[in-house]
């Protein structure tokens, strides 16, 4: 998981506003980008889900700065409280940021991880460790290649 500059300021230069994705989707097997406090659990899922499976590996969630928060510290943040000014710009501004956050926090209450999927790990017969270690203590010159066969 990784943080990411405030959804209301997202391309708009301000600090740590980054293009991550760029940086890191060659090194991971997926990445997601939550934009909502609803779009958490799902990603979290699905980026357990993605990791484990197939071939194990990487996966990034970035998650902007103010779904880190609760709604009444954010919508401090942006001023979104209470209404200020009486011009039209500053009443279009207040109803724009007041859309924005009221979007970020949606959903919410029906946000909640599904039951949980247990794996196991691939069965292993003794028999077949034994079968193993004696072809390779009778080995002249083993070569191993180990790998997940695909």
Same mark, same amino acid.
Request: some cysteine.
């Given at each position: 998981?990784?943080?990411?500059? *405030?959804?209301? #300021?997202?391309?708009? !230069?301000?600090?740590?506003?980054?293009?991550?994705?760029?940086?890191?989707?060659?090194?991971? $097997?997926?990445?997601?980008? *939550?934009?909502?406090?609803?779009?958490?659990?799902?990603?979290?899922?699905?980026?357990?889900?993605?990791?484990?499976? !197939?071939?194990?590996?990487?996966?990034?969630? &970035?998650?902007?700065?103010?779904?880190?928060?609760?709604?009444?510290?954010?919508?401090?943040?942006? !001023?979104? $409280?209470?209404?200020?000014?009486?011009?039209? *710009?500053? =009443? #279009?501004?207040?109803?724009?940021?007041?859309?924005?956050?009221? =979007?970020?926090?949606?959903?919410?209450?029906?946000?909640?991880?599904?039951?949980?999927?247990?794996?196991?790990?691939?069965?292993?017969?003794?028999?077949?460790?034994?079968?193993?270690? =004696? &072809?390779?203590?009778?080995?002249?010159?083993?070569?191993?290649?180990?790998?997940?066969?695909?």
């Amino acid at each position: 998981m990784g943080g990411a500059t *405030a959804t209301l #300021l997202r391309n708009r !230069g301000a600090l740590q506003d980054i293009d991550q994705i760029s940086i890191i989707k060659s090194v991971v $097997k997926t990445w997601i980008q *939550a934009r909502r406090i609803k779009d958490l659990v799902p990603a979290v899922e699905k980026a357990f889900r993605v990791a484990t499976t !197939g071939v194990p590996g990487p996966v990034f969630i &970035e998650c902007p700065v103010d779904l880190l928060y609760p709604e009444e510290t954010v919508r401090e943040w942006y !001023g979104a $409280k209470n209404e200020t000014g009486k011009s039209i *710009a500053a =009443r #279009l501004t207040y109803w724009y940021i007041h859309r924005h956050v009221n =979007r970020l926090f949606a959903g919410v209450k029906q946000s909640a991880f599904s039951r949980p999927v247990i794996r196991s790990p691939y069965p292993v017969r003794e028999s077949a460790i034994n079968l193993f270690l =004696r &072809e390779i203590r009778q080995s002249r010159r083993p070569v191993m290649v180990i790998g997940s066969g695909r």
